[in-house]
């Protein structure tokens, strides 16, 4: 299994970019990066997902070096509405199904 | 909305109660979830069906039933529950393409947050 390691939180402002950097030193050749965001009381939502190199959607850019041994998530101009859980996964298959391993994800504060 | 609904949003029971939990996916995927959050604690996978068969279960103890009739629909039926049974309960589908690639992104409902008296 593909253990991650993230910060447990982060503080931010308003209309800055957050960047919440991410480490799996195990990480396996056909293993995905996938990002989610949790609000209080909600089910995780999908954020992004990438492989490799750079990756980038309406809500987010991932970045992953060419070791693929980390990746950094990275929100431009926050607003206080991006408070929430922010958790790196890295793709486990369990025979023909993924199944997904949530750590302690990165909780992001963010300030008026 | 996320296409996952879950009934009822909260559930407060007793220890010596019987209830049900219910998940229903309109996104026809193939493969539905069952996850327990507990406070300050990390997601923990419960059970994983995929085209209605188990495939996973994660040392879940036994007063802990899963059902799953269909594709759309899951159930969690509940029994002679523990106090630190009280957690968030979610659920979640996927489309499974088999095969051993990664499966697709996983589709969460709101939860379900049960308190056992």
């Known amino acids: 299994l593909a253990k991650t390691t993230q910060p447990i939180s982060m503080d931010s402002y308003e209309g800055q970019e957050v960047n919440i950097t991410c480490s799996h030193n195990?990480?396996?050749?056909?293993?995905?990066i996938t990002w989610y965001q949790q609000f209080p009381s909600q089910g995780p939502r999908f954020i992004i997902q990438?492989?490799?190199t750079k990756v980038t959607n309406e809500v987010a850019s991932l970045f992953i070096p060419a070791d693929r041994k980390s990746s950094t998530l990275s929100l431009p101009r926050v607003s206080l509405s991006d408070t929430a859980v922010y958790y790196c996964?890295?793709?486990?298959?369990?025979?023909?199904?993924?199944?997904?391993?949530f750590g302690q994800g990165t909780t992001l504060q963010v300030k008026p | 909305e996320t296409g996952v609904t879950q009934t009822p949003r909260h559930l407060v029971m007793g220890m010596t109660n019987k209830k049900s939990l219910k998940c229903e996916q309109h996104?026809?995927?193939?493969?539905m979830y069952w996850y327990k959050q507990s406070a300050k604690k990390p997601l923990e996978l419960m059970f994983v069906?995929?085209?209605?068969?188990?495939?996973e279960n994660n040392s879940v103890p036994s007063r802990f039933s899963p059902e799953c009739p269909n594709s759309s629909h899951l159930f969690l039926h509940l029994h002679t529950l523990q106090p630190e049974d009280s957690a968030l309960y979610l659920c979640?589908?996927?489309?499974?393409?088999?095969?051993?690639?990664?499966?697709?992104?996983?589709?969460f409902g709101p939860g379900t947050r049960l308190t056992v008296l």
């Open positions: 195990n990480i396996a050749t056909n293993d995905y």
């Open positions: 996964l890295v793709g486990v298959l369990s025979g023909n199904t993924g199944k997904l391993i």
């Open positions: 996104l026809g995927h193939n493969a």
């Open positions: 979640a589908s996927s489309q499974d393409r088999g095969g051993g690639e990664w499966a697709d992104t996983q589709y």
């Open positions: 069906y995929s085209l209605e068969e188990r495939v």
């Open positions: 990438g492989y490799k």
